[in-house]
Antibody
């Protein structure tokens, strides 16, 4: 059974950093791209970024709204994808989900609240 | 990059059918999309991937009541025999080599 478990969310002050983890199980993690999507309170889904599998270079892409502040990485030996969030803003407050590939399995999400 | 357009809301009676539309922007009519369901207070759930040909591939455990179809730049999700648990937000998604895009979502109300 495919499982994705996000962790690392919490309350953080503006300008600070936070690292989210997505721990995967039930599939060969290294074979898949991994994506991050967020949802601000009462809003729709917003793509944050993805990281390609090593077969496709292992490189990452991020949305314009977070480019230069957020970084995505992966550790295939541990089946974990990371979202490093720096220079956090109040508008980054959201539930953050990880997804396998572009679509087919979602984690349960982790809430990030950016507030002073 | 592609843009996806969805109606903000739809409603239908219990046991009837509802057809949701997701429209791809000009120049992107051949794109594959995915449909996702988000029930209140829950994480989104993948429903299916849908090609421009109308061929679709549903996720594990998705009921037969959910089906997809396509016409030009329009991608459809049809829910037949509507149940109370189908009351949810439905999002379409597409992607290319460098970006992922979500539609604004359609809120489905079961009357």
């Amino acid at each position: 059974e495919v499982q994705l478990v996000e962790s690392g969310g919490g309350l953080v002050q503006p300008g600070r950093s936070l690292r989210l983890s997505c721990t995967a199980s039930g599939f060969t993690f290294g074979d898949y791209a991994m994506s991050w999507v967020r949802q601000a309170p009462g809003k729709g889904l917003e793509w944050v970024g993805f990281i390609r599998s090593q077969a496709y270079g292992g490189t990452a892409e991020c949305a314009a709204s977070v480019k230069g502040r957020f970084t995505i990485s992966r550790d295939d030996s541990k089946s974990i994808a990371y979202l490093q969030m720096n220079s956090l803003k109040t508008e980054d407050t959201a539930v953050y989900y990880c997804i396998r590939g572009m679509a087919d399995y979602w984690g349960q999400g982790t809430l990030v609240t950016v507030s002073s | 990059q592609p843009v996806l357009t969805q109606s903000s809301s739809a409603s239908a009676s219990l046991g009837s059918s509802v057809k949701l539309t997701c429209t791809l922007s000009s120049g992107h009519s051949s794109y594959i999309i995915a449909w996702h369901q988000q029930q209140p207070g829950k994480a989104p759930r993948y429903l299916m991937k849908l090609e421009g040909s109308g061929s679709y591939n549903k996720g594990s455990g998705v009921p037969d009541r959910f089906s997809g179809s396509s016409s030009g730049a329009d991608r459809y999700l049809t829910i037949s025999n509507l149940q109370s648990e189908d009351e949810a937000d439905y999002y379409c998604e597409t992607w290319d080599s460098y970006t992922v895009v979500f539609g604004g979502g359609t809120k489905v109300t079961v009357l």
